[in-house]
Nanobody
Framework: QVQLVESGGGLVQAGGSLKLSCAAS????????MGWFRQAPGLEREFVTG????????YYADSVKGRFTISRDNAKNTVYLQMNSLKPEATAVYYC????????????????WGQGTQVTVSS
């Protein structure tokens, strides 16, 4: 089992950048895919991005391709989400998630969650 704690959220103007971090505890971090989801008020949770065990492969939702970058540092048990050129529609609670396997691009396999961190993008 993996425990996840996100940090780095906040308020930013449109066009700005934020970097989220997710610290994981548990010995299985380097064995599972990691990802980020987001949920805006009144909307379903969206699968934003996922990264493979060794960080060599990533999945991105079309809405964030070219602007968001996921990375991981297995030595630090941490996964990151660099968000650039932020738009107001990116406003949401962002959740770090761990997959139950090494598969990184299947949203239904992510079943360990952090508490979330709020990202607000002002226009």
């Amino acid at each position: 089992q993996v425990q996840l704690v996100e940090s780095g959220g906040g308020l930013v103007q449109a066009g700005g950048s934020l970097k989220l971090s997710c610290a994981a505890s548990g010995r299985t971090f380097s064995m599972v895919a990691m990802g980020w989801f987001r949920q805006a008020p009144g909307l379903e949770r969206e699968f934003v991005t996922g990264i493979s065990v060794r960080g060599l492969n990533q999945y991105y939702a079309d809405s964030v391709k070219g602007r968001f970058t996921i990375s991981r540092d297995n030595a630090k048990n941490t996964v990151y989400l660099q968000m650039n050129s932020l738009k107001p529609e990116a406003t949401a609670v962002y959740y770090c998630a761990a997959s139950s396997s090494s598969i990184f691009n299947q949203r239904n396999l992510y079943n360990f969650w952090g508490q979330g961190t709020q990202v607000t993008v002002s226009s």
